[in-house]
């Protein structure tokens, strides 16, 4: 069992920078890829980006690539998402996941999910 929590979210302008962070525990991350989700209001949950095991692969969503960057530090158990221009579109609760397919970007793919932390993007 992996128990995840993410951390970070909060309100911020358009233009503006978070960073969310999701810890693990319980068994280690080892081997998993670990992903990010993000829901909005009356919307589907939908992929943002993913990272393999070791690190050297990510995968990200259309509307986030060259403003979303994903990192991982095992040591730590952390995954990272750094979040620059945000958008009020990136308004959502985002979610952290634990899997084992890579390139999997359906959220029934992943087996562990943490509670989610809400970031808003004022205009």
């Known amino acids: 069992q992996v128990q995840l929590v993410e951390s970070g979210g909060g309100l911020v302008q358009a233009g503006g920078s978070l960073r969310l962070s999701c810890a693990a525990s319980?068994?280690?991350?080892?081997?998993?890829?670990i992903g990010w989700f993000r829901q909005a209001p009356g919307k589907e949950r939908e992929f943002v980006a993913a990272?393999?095991?070791?690190?050297?692969?990510?995968d990200y969503a259309d509307s986030v690539k060259g403003r979303f960057t994903i990192s991982r530090d095992n040591a730590k158990n952390t995954v990272y998402l750094q979040m620059n221009s945000l958008k009020p579109e990136d308004t959502a609760v985002y979610y952290c996941?634990?899997?084992?397919?890579?390139?999997?970007?359906?959220?029934?793919?992943?087996?562990?999910w943490g509670q989610g932390t809400q970031v808003t993007v004022s205009s």
């Open positions: 996941t634990a899997g084992l397919r890579w390139l999997a970007r359906l959220w029934e793919e992943y087996a562990y």
């Open positions: 319980g068994r280690t991350f080892k081997g998993y890829v």
């Open positions: 990272i393999t095991w070791s690190g050297s692969s990510t």
